[in-house]
């Protein structure tokens, strides 16, 4: 299917081989799914996108190609190793000038982007540590516009996440269980903005995902609306 749709991508392939020489885990997203977000930045005219979990820089590359000149992504990461990785594969793809890099903790490093007033992002992907996925997401509603998107990672993770599978089944690790809990807290925050104000601030949908990296899913969040401290 990929072959198909994507053809070659020399600095995309390097980028994959380079994280795994290194021993990164093969998490980064699918190529269909990168290609998925670089057509939905390209399609809202991203000028400023947000990433965070930058892992080896594959989703990062996918996006910053997207941006048009002049345009921004910032990428944040927690581990000082993947980072080193994430620097070269973004250097030897050649969206270096786009991309600023963040090492560090995305609990610090998020507040210190809000305290900058780095945003508005038009796009924000969140693909960090899941079990912190709610607090990200509505650190992400604080960073962004009206009619900006925020597109959530594993929002599926093989059935799981809705309760039918048990951790340890289809590719989802038996130790899961803070991962499918922070997932759980994002739907939990949405259905809680649902009951409360409709879609006046969000409209979301999740669509699962079924490739190279098994069964997942992104979620999808239109910022509808004034956000706190907006
Ligand atoms: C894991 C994390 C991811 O972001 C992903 O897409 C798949 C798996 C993990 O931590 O296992
Ligand atoms: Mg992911």
Redesign the pocket.
Known sequence: MCESLLGEDPALEQAVERAEAAGL?P???SPNQGKYLHLTARLMRAEAILEL?T?GAYSTIWMARALPAGGRLVTVEASPEYAAVAAANIAAAGVDGVVDLRVGDAHEVVPQLIAEDAGPFDLVFI??D?KSTPQYFRWALELTRLGSLIVV??VVRGGTVLGGLAPGSHGV?AD?AP?IAGVRGFYELLARERRERGEERVSATAIPTVGS?GL?GFGFVLVTGRQPGA
């Open positions: 885990p998490i980064a997203v979990g892992l693909d960090a899941k990672d594993n690790r899961d991962t990296k997942d």
